[in-house]
């Protein structure tokens, strides 16, 4: 085999490998400097995957040469090379982003075990993404988790503390619900690959255990993503994390657990259980709503601008579960594509949100007059960040909307009540955004207020500016996204 077959048990086990390393590097900037490599490197074999799987492959990678079942595999088609790009490349712009930050966030005492559980953490989530096994999403759940919980607290603001024990309360109900109805799965069918979990429960003639597990599973996901009701950790998480730690997890981690989701209900549950897409749809489709107007109110009357991103993000979190409430190629290409566009709209915008706190000292809004013109590039990115989440043209996040509005259509007379509720969303991120820009714009700083030193460094301008252009990019040239999230939900439906 060739260092190209290689690659997908690289992408896991390069920053498996150096995690270790950075731990036990002491010098100066040697753990910042091991973990960015890692990460980029772990991007780039990310987007040597997908320029492979966008022809329609799928790679399917035999750890030890054990065959499935009985070996463990790695099952990368188009839907899950479209999230490791996401995980690897919003880590490595993150980490890349954040050299000042963090020397200014993170002491030198915490650096070694702060950068080893941040490569873990993208292990994790990358190894969530292409793993084929239903047990082992779960082992990989756990060391993006448990490394989550360290970076959040890493946060200077003591309440760091308080928001990280909330986390792991609810983050641990999550996994154990999975858990549970993985373990409903395998007395059921005797088997833990996804691929072989999906043409055995066929055979199944007692589905109550599988309904059991079907339930299990999809709230503890639920949980693990945020979905309205289910949102209290990720508030305060997003607040009292370090600035760099959020821009990471508000673009990938709860992308991961709705892919997981889409996963399982879809290639497992879909096509064994009957009218199973109603039953997501009845579960999944009034928590998106609820999601998207309370998610959008809380953010319109919130004053610090990481909550205020936060709760957008709850909102944000609700169009992707409608999308997979939809059961439709659409409506799943629309949330695929959400997941991706939302995480690069997302991560600039927090990046933006850095460099305001590196200046201000504070991410309160009202503390933030006249910042448009002391920090004209930095909210000339988090303006256009605002574009793409309220949908405006030529944003990204306009093309994830236009399918989730396609795919509503395709649902009949309910479809005409889910554009309308789209639309209105969509409105309301227009207040919410418009809120911070009339106090950075038309408003002047208080008298008393201490002068602004002027722009960002440009080593934390420049990757904000990167990520904000790529979102500029995919909004005007989508193709990538958009192929590989078609592939990826037709896959799921069993339409190819």
């Known amino acids: 085999m060739t260092l190209y077959d290689q690659l997908p048990a690289l992408l896991i086990a390069v920053p498996l490998f150096t995690a270790p390393i950075a731990y036990l590097l002491r010098a100066h900037g040697l753990p910042w400097a091991a973990a960015t490599a ?76 702060f950068f080893a559980a941040w490569i873990l953490c993208t292990a994790g989530l990358t190894g969530m993404v292409v793993t084929g096994d239903a047990f082992n999403i779960f082992v990989f759940m756990e060391i993006s988790s448990l490394s989550t919980y360290i970076l959040v607290s890493a946060g200077p603001d003591r309440r760091a503390l308080v928001a990280t024990y909330r986390y792991i309360v609810m983050g641990t109900i999550g996994a154990t619900f999975y858990l549970i109805g993985v373990g409903f799965l395998y007395m059921s069918t005797g088997t833990l690959n996804t691929m072989d979990l999906a043409a055995r429960l066929g055979d199944v003639t007692e589905l109550r255990p599988v309904l ?31 600035n760099v ?69 709850v909102a944000q979190v609700g169009y992707i579960a409608l999308g997979i409430a939809m059961s439709s190629v659409a409506g799943l290409t629309g949330a695929i594509v959400h997941m991706f566009n939302h995480g690069v709209i997302k991560g600039g915008m927090f990046m933006a949100v850095a460099c305001l706190a590196l200046r201000y000292r504070s991410v309160n809004i009202a503390n933030l007059a006249g910042a448009g013109r002391a920090m004209p590039w930095t909210m000339a990115a988090f303006v256009i960040g605002g574009l793409g989440l309220i949908g405006v043209p ?6 994830s909307k236009w399918y989730l509005v396609l795919g509503a259509l395709e649902q009949g ?27 950075a714009y038309f408003k002047e700083p208080r008298a008393n207020a201490a002068p602004i ?29 958009v192929t590989l999230a078609t592939l990826g939900a037709e896959t799921l439906l069993g339409a190819r």
């Not at 079907?214 to 607040?239: C, D, E, Q, R």
């Not at 009957?274 to 009357?301: D, K, R, T, V, W």
């Open 38 to 113: 890692a990460v980029v490197m772990t991007f780039i074999i990310s987007c040597s995957i997908a320029a492979t799987v966008i022809g329609g492959e799928t790679i399917v990678y035999e750890m030890g040469g054990w065959p499935a079942p009985y070996g463990i595999v790695l099952h990368i088609d188009a839907l899950s090379a479209l999230l490791a790009m996401l995980v690897t490349g919003s880590s490595a712009a993150a980490l890349i982003f954040g050299a000042k930050s963090l020397a200014d966030e993170v002491g030198e005492e915490i650096a070694p075990s």
């Open 212 to 242: 059991v597990a079907a339930g299990f599973i999809t709230v503890g996901l639920a949980l693990k993503a945020a979905i309205f009701p289910l949102h209290s950790w990720m508030p305060n998480a997003y607040t009292f994390a370090p």
């Open 245 to 313: 730690v959020t821009v990471f997890i508000a673009a990938a981690s709860a992308k991961v657990s709705l892919y997981v989701m889409m996963r399982i209900d879809y290639a497992i549950f879909y096509k064994n259980i009957p009218n199973h897409e109603l039953q997501l749809a009845l579960l999944l489709a009034p928590m998106a709503i609820l999601a998207l107007f309370a998610g959008s109110m809380l953010a319109i009357y919130e004053r610090n601008l990481k909550r205020l991103l936060a709760y957008s993000s």
């Open 394 to 399: 030529l944003t990204p996040g306009f093309i």
């Open 413 to 439: 007379g309910f479809g005409a009540f889910l554009v309308m509720v789209i639309l209105a969303s969509s409105l309301l991120a227009v207040i919410y955004v418009w809120k911070v820009i009339e106090v």
């Open 453 to 481: 030193e002027g722009e960002a460094p440009l080593v934390m301008l420049i990757p904000t500016w990167i990520v904000v252009l790529t979102g500029i990019w995919l909004g005007i040239n989508s193709y990538v996204p």
